[in-house]
């Protein structure tokens, strides 16, 4: 996407490179959410800067797992979560919906780092955010693909526009 209300394109760009604390994957699979097309309309006004490859999680395969993966191998069939959150505050992290969508100045930053999403051939993704799935999901990468629909919820809270302090009620029946 290079820009918001641009109709999305078909590009070729460099292949993108894990460094430590990442991991490549192919991706396989991956799911449109039923809003995508106001969040690159811009109507939904997410904080994304583009250019960016937008997409919210996938099913993969990894390609390269970097030295301190230490049960992830190349070939694995995994799952990608797109939520990502900062390494250097475990009790308040920054957080990113890694190809759609932050909140804040260190979610921006996160999502400036890892702005390649699902709607790549590969991608880097964080080791942490990278679950092995059963050999049979391979059979139907889609299928699995549907996961990252759960990360709806995060884009429901952007739009609130909620902030600390605030209170918050969560319903059961959301799904």
């Known amino acids: 996407m290079t820009r918001f209300g641009a109709p999305l394109t078909v590009r070729e760009l460099p292949d993108p490179e894990a460094g430590g604390g990442e991991v ?3 991706v396989l699979a ?3 959410a039923p809003y995508a097309a106001e969040v690159f309309g811009g109507v939904r006004n997410y904080p994304l800067v583009p250019p960016v490859v937008p997409g919210i999680g996938a099913v993969g395969r990894i390609v390269h797992a970097g030295p301190d993966a230490t049960r992830l191998r190349a070939g694995d069939l995994v799952w990608c979560d797109c939520t990502v959150r900062s390494r250097d505050d475990a009790l308040t992290p920054d957080i990113a919906l890694q190809g759609w969508s ?3 100045e260190g979610g921006a930053r996160l999502a400036r780092h890892l702005h390649d999403g699902a709607f790549a051939e590969l991608m880097r993704v964080p080791t942490e955010n990278v679950f092995p799935l ?3 999901a391979g059979d139907d990468p889609a299928r699995w693909a549907a996961l990252s629909v759960h990360t709806i919820a995060y884009g429901g809270l952007l739009a609130g ?6 209170t918050l009620l969560v319903s059961g029946a959301t799904g």
């Open 24 to 26: 490549l994957v192919e």
């Open 134 to 136: 059963p050999a049979a």
């Open 30 to 32: 991956t799911c449109v």
């Open 161 to 166: 526009g909620l902030a600390a302090g605030e």
């Open 102 to 104: 932050s909140r804040g």
